[in-house]
């Protein structure tokens, strides 16, 4: 069976939705599905000898609809899975359109859209693209296309969502999005190494960590809303008891092929974080890795002593970073909002606490650097949570049976 991946990102772009897309292309692979992967055309693109990577869209507008025609009738795919990200189209509303255009083409092979962020819609910048866009979405009005996400919610035969808050928003516009959608957060982008002392100690080396030090770190991608400001504060607060306490923050700044909007915040913020760094006067208890291979990450995470997601909407299932860090079995604190899902337990699998709330994310890591019990039972319960929600072998049946392709179960029959 061959699988068509769309993602407008793709490695060497630095994003979750790049890293979702290629992970996502090797787990099917591996199941023996014939993966092509179709995303923008930028040089020197991350290539694996399991799938095939097709570089072909110079943007992602109404002008590349015939390259996009003439791809689809040449791949010929059984089902189509597009990862969807306003951002990752530069904004642009064609791709919204794409389960129409490929049932024109292809007559109407399986097509399912998996939403990265509904939060982030395409909205054309341009006279033309906002009047083509009007025309679209009034032309195909009777098949259900509505203006935020054109015929992705009507057309598709199955929609994913990340995480409970994406579903709430998804079901505004589409009220039945139960009969079709599914719940399939991001399992880690990365191979889980197994915990031992050797690893512990390679990272600290690393880090330039002592022993005693008691080591807190923040892994993921750094946008404004992933907390960095309070993370910042709240190490200031607990810098103040007489504590060997440091920071590492592993990951860096998010970077998609054609948003270049979207870069020039990253940089607006990267600048805001590190005057504030400076002005807190912490710069020297805090290190910062930036983007890292796979093999050192897992070093960083087996090396701290606790992992800090200070999110401002507070935790939710589509954060990869969470996923990542729960299956290293790292006890980790984190925001609760009324956005966040239910399946965090404080105390339990997390230690939640308020978002934006400097004070108490401080509080909650003193309470945890003076509780080795605490910690020791919220690291078995994220490991039972990783099992639970974020394991590739469950992600990829659910992918399968939603793209209507023969899953290992299915051929056991």
């Keep these: 069976m061959r699988v068509l991946l769309i993602s407008g990102d793709f490695p060497p772009a630095r994003s979750g939705e790049a890293a ?60 189509i899975l597009l990862l969807y990200l306003g951002a990752m189209y530069d904004f642009h509303p064609m791709i919204t359109f794409s389960p129409t255009i490929s049932k024109g083409v292809l007559h109407s092979p399986p097509f399912v859209v998996q939403f990265e962020n509904p939060a982030s819609p395409a909205w054309e910048k341009t006279f033309f693209g906002k009047l083509f866009r009007k025309l679209a979405v009034q032309v195909l009005a009777r098949k259900g296309a509505d203006y935020t996400f054109g015929t992705l919610l009507h057309d598709s035969r199955k929609i994913i969502f990340l995480c409970g808050a994406h579903r709430k928003l998804l079901e505004e516009l589409y009220p039945q999005i139960d009969e079709k959608g599914f719940l399939a957060p991001p399992p880690p982008f990365m191979e889980i190494s197994e ?34 400001e309070t993370l910042l504060k709240a190490l200031k607060i607990v810098s103040v008891h007489e504590i060997k306490i440091r920071l590492v923050i592993v990951g860096g700044f998010v970077d998609h092929f054609f948003a270049k909007d979207f870069g020039a915040e990253t940089k607006k ?106 910690r020791s039972r919220l690291s078995s319960g994220v490991l039972n949570l990783a099992e639970e929600w974020f394991s590739w072998n469950g992600t990829i049946q659910k992918t399968m049976e939603a793209l209507s392709l023969k899953t290992s179960n299915d051929q056991e029959r």
């Design 20 to 79: 979702h897309a290629f992970h996502l292309a090797l787990n099917l692979a591996r199941r023996g599905v014939e993966v092509h992967v179709l995303t923008s055309a930028v040089a020197e693109v991350n290539t694996h000898p399991d799938f095939t990577v097709h570089p072909l869209m110079r943007s992602w507008s109404w002008w590349e609809v015939p390259r996009f025609i003439a791809f689809l009738r040449r791949c010929r795919p059984d089902a």
């Design 195 to 228: 915990a031992n002392s050797k690893s512990r100690a390679q990272g600290r080396a690393l880090i330039g960590a002592d022993p005693s030090d008691f080591l807190l770190v923040y892994f993921g991608y750094i946008y404004t809303g992933k907390g960095l």
């Design 269 to 374: 913020y990267s600048d805001t974080i590190f005057a504030l760094q400076d002005s807190l006067g912490v710069a020297d208890k805090v290190t910062w890795i930036g983007h890292a291979q796979q093999e050192q990450v897992t070093c960083y995470l087996r090396a701290a002593d606790l992992c800090v997601l200070p999110f401002d909407k507070g935790i939710r299932l589509n954060n990869s970073s969470f996923a990542a860090v729960a299956a290293h079995g790292l006890p980790v604190i984190t925001t609760n909002s009324g956005e966040s899902d239910p399946q965090f337990s404080h105390c339990q699998n997390v230690f939640l606490c308020p978002p934006k709330e400097p004070e108490a994310l401080a509080a909650g890591i003193l309470a945890l650097l003076e509780n080795p019990d605490l």
